[in-house]
């Protein structure tokens, strides 16, 4: 009988265990669907503050993108504040943007461009995005600088490819920038003692056919120590796996091309993408420094505005000799054609009191098979001076060597004849045509030819053309050189027969690094930079719930 009872007694204790077991199982079980539970409902929640977050950044690169349209649209620094709102990822999200003061001029700090002064005004974005399936709510907010950089800072610019291959021995003093690739090698040597900077690739050698020369190519780095690009047999360039490590380390991050995320840096234009815009015409052409000017010749015509008028003053500026049709052409050996020039003194134009009231000159000309604009008597200027030319440009002699004035001359293509020069002998051997010392101190904005696989445009060491035999002979320039289009007037092919190169004794014009001494009306390249970013709140909107909930 108690045998009995002791077994009774065991399963009972067995059944209690039992249950005790099958009760916290199914705790566990619960416990674990709620948790599951929970994870997904996590895992919700991250997804749709993901999907927020993506529709408020959207915001805010919309908002930065109107404010870009609105102030190339304008070429200027706009003051008009993007606000808007939409809807991305199943989100809702509205943006506005904020004038963070009045523009200012100062150094830009960071950057490939740190060091050179510009128009800079800043501005905040705040975007707010909420989810649609569970009022997931995300905040962004960031800071924009635009600002506007005189191009003449850089020593050498270029809208298109560049390619620098000088067979003497060139120093390059100042910035080096292309907003396509560069290819760099010489003959002797080639220093430059600033940043170097490519939208595209960075090559050593030459883009199209011909010859690579082996002298060394040096560049400073940050400790102001010229640094080779030869790596061994060969050269540090784009196209090496290690490129970006290396070139950092090498010249102290200044040396950047597109693997460095360097972009273009470009000409605000309306509407357009064609610089060549800035020397055309303003019929149709709001980007055209005949806009800019107040003083113009037109088709042998010439306007000077006074009092918001424009009166013709064509036949008195011919009567005092500062405008001449010339009946006697000169020979272009390059583009082998005969030039229909109109002669300019500058110095009787200041003598006769027509100098431009901002300093801007305006010239095109569609008389004859090949007009341009020649400038003579320009040795001393009375003030600073733009000319822009719709035409191919030419000086003859020595141009603003005398008690240095901010001077820039843009054209189609842009000739340097010495005062030896003779039209007479102008169709012959350049042997007839010998060059004599001249000294230009002037910003050139100019255009060259495109490099085929058959024909080099020149390089760079050829961008300023010549027509006479400069052997032995030095032309000595300071200022800016920019290339900003292809040429489409003077667009014959670059060669060595009609010429013989000058000794170049070229350097930037350190002058240009103090806005005060700018040309007047220097052209800008615009800059649209980040210069600050926060998530500044990220929750849930207030929900109303119900009682099982």
């Known amino acids: 009988m108690k045998k009995l ?31 599951s539970d929970d994870e997904v409902t996590i895992t919700g929640n991250e997804l749709q503050e993901t999907r927020a977050f993506y529709a408020a950044e959207a915001a805010l690169e919309t908002a930065a993108a109107r404010l870009h349209f609105l102030s190339d649209s304008t070429g200027t620094i706009t003051t008009t504040m993007p606000e808007g709102t939409g809807d991305l990822n199943g989100s809702n999200f509205t943006y506005e943007t904020v004038d963070l ?37 995300v905040q962004l907010s960031q800071t924009f600088e635009r600002a506007l950089v005189p191009i003449f800072q850089f020593a050498v610019f270029y809208g298109n490819d560049l390619e620098i291959a000088p067979g003497p021995t060139m120093s390059l003093l100042g910035r080096v920038h292309s ?13 430059i003692d600033s940043y170097v900077t490519a939208a595209g690739s960075i090559f050593h050698g030459r883009k199209g056919a011909g010859g690579v020369s082996g002298g060394d190519v040096r560049i400073k780095d940050g400790s102001g120590n010229y640094v080779s690009m ?26 950047q091309d597109s693997t460095h995320g360097q972009e273009q840096l470009n000409v605000p234009l309306n509407g357009t993408d064609d610089a060549h815009k800035l020397i055309e015409r303003a ?91 020649r400038i003579n008597n320009a040795a001393e200027l009375g003030d600073g001076l733009t000319l822009a030319s719709e035409n191919p440009v030419y000086t003859y ?20 004849l010495s005062s030896a ?91 240009l690094d103090d806005p005060a001494n700018l040309p007047p009306e220097s052209p800008v390249v615009r800059i649209f930079q980040r210069t600050g970013w926060s998530q500044s709140d990220v929750g849930y909107a207030n929900m109303d719930y119900d009682d099982n909930n």
């Open 5 to 35: 009872q002791k077994i009774q007694s065991e399963k009972g204790f067995a059944a209690l265990i039992a249950l005790i077991m099958v009760g916290m199982l199914t705790l566990i079980g619960l416990a674990a669907m709620s948790t």
């Open 179 to 191: 907003n396509g690739s560069l290819w760099l090698q010489a003959g002797s040597g080639l220093n």
């Open 230 to 255: 030869k790596e061994g047999s060969g050269w540090l360039e784009s196209t090496d796996d290690y490129w970006y490590d290396s070139s950092v380390a090498r010249w102290s991050g200044r040396v």
């Open 283 to 373: 019929s149709g052409n709001s980007d055209s420094y005949e806009n800019k000017a107040t003083l113009k010749f037109i088709d042998g015509q010439a306007f000077k505005l006074v009092g918001g008028v424009w009166n013709n003053v064509t036949a008195d500026m011919t009567s005092k000799g500062i405008i001449n049709k010339v009946n006697n052409k000169f020979y272009d050996g390059r583009d082998k054609k005969w030039v229909d020039v109109t002669e300019f003194d500058v110095g009787k134009l200041y003598d006769e009191g027509y100098a431009p009231a901002n300093g801007v000159i305006y010239f095109a000309d569609n008389n004859g098979d090949f007009p341009a604009l």
């Open 421 to 511: 020069f003779n039209d007479a002998l102008s169709n012959g051997s350049k042997n007839n045509r010998i060059a004599v010392n001249t000294v230009v101190n002037a910003s050139i904005m100019t255009g060259n030819i495109e490099t085929t696989p058959s024909n080099y445009n020149g390089g760079f060491e050829n961008l300023p053309r010549f027509l006479e035999k400069w052997s032995g002979k030095r032309f000595t320039w300071t200022g800016s050189m920019v290339n900003l289009w292809y040429s489409q007037q003077a667009n014959s092919t670059w060669s060595g027969s009609y010429y013989s190169p000058p000794i170049r004794d070229w350097a930037y014009d350190s002058d």
């Open 101 to 137: 003061g009045p523009v200012e001029i100062r150094t830009l700090n960071n950057g490939t461009l740190a060091g050179l002064h510009a128009q800079i005004k800043s501005y905040a974005m705040l975007a707010t995005a909420i989810n649609r399936t569970d009022n997931a709510t």
């Open 397 to 416: 002699g020595e141009f603003n060597s005398v008690n240095k004035k901010p001077a820039s001359i843009m054209g189609d293509a842009v000739t340097f």
